[in-house]
């Protein structure tokens, strides 16, 4: 494989909206939408899920649409993200996250490349709309954070750890204007958060991976109109 590759973890317990993974947009599972963005970057993709049997379906959906699959300990991400690498051959991971399904399909490359070129530990671009960021980190860097952090917090979010412990070259990157929308909520946490993006790619019935930059454009449009009503009802 690659000595870059997205991992991508999953699992369906997810505790505020459990099977949130395999839940249907368009007709396609959120699973399936971060895979179809995620390949535009031309890196292999792993999905890193657990030993669960109830994630066996992540499995069988993961491989369906031709990607890796690793499972690992459910608790303990940043040990499973770590085996995942290892076992694929990759120093270098583009980490995603499956509730997320509009990420900006041009980060991966853009983080990897600006990674590779100064040297860095950890890279990710700031400004994007929430769930469209991804993040770049050397497999080294997740090693040293495996054997130094303590915290479960740590653990479980895989690159906090080199994030802000002093000795690792972590930057922050500014996301192309095009599709700098901070303020935007794009991930999938509630059943709110996921009737926001069915109600968002509604729009786009007939096109697999539309631009961030549309996406942007339609929630946009869908918040000033749900305003709009608010006022008009409260008038």
């Known amino acids: 494989m690659s000595e870059a590759a997205v991992v991508l973890q999953a699992r369906t317990g997810s505790t505020r909206l459990p099977g949130k993974v395999l ?12 895979l ?97 960021a991804v993040e770049a980190v050397t497999l080294d860097a997740l090693e040293r954070a495996h054997v130094a952090a303590t915290d479960p917090y740590d653990r479980e979010h895989v690159t906090s750890y080199v994030r802000r412990a002093p000795g690792f070259l972590a930057l922050r990157a500014v996301a192309p204007a095009d599709v700098r929308r901070p303020g935007l909520r794009l991930t999938i ?19 697999p991976m539309p631009l961030l930059s549309d996406v942007i454009a339609v929630a946009d449009g869908l918040l000033v109109r749900s305003v709009a009503r608010q006022r008009s009802q409260g008038a």
């Open 189 to 207: 946490d509630t059943s709110e958060d996921l009737d926001f993006v069915r109600g968002v790619m509604a729009r786009f019935t007939h096109d």
């Open 36 to 132: 179809t963005r995620l390949a535009a970057s031309r890196l292999p993709v792993i999905v890193a899920t657990t030993t669960k049997r109830e994630d066996d379906r992540v499995e069988r959906e993961a491989r369906r649409h031709g990607a890796e699959v690793f499972r690992g300990e459910e608790d303990d991400v940043l040990a499973r993200f770590i085996g995942a690498a290892r076992a694929f051959g990759a120093r270098q991971i583009i980490r995603a996250t499956a509730d997320n399904p509009l990420i900006d399909a041009g980060g991966p490359r853009r983080i990897l490349e600006l990674l590779q070129r100064v040297g860095a530990d950890h890279v990710v671009e700031c400004g994007l709309p929430v769930g469209a």
């Open 23 to 34: 839940a249907l947009i368009n007709g396609r599972t959120v699973l399936d939408h971060c």
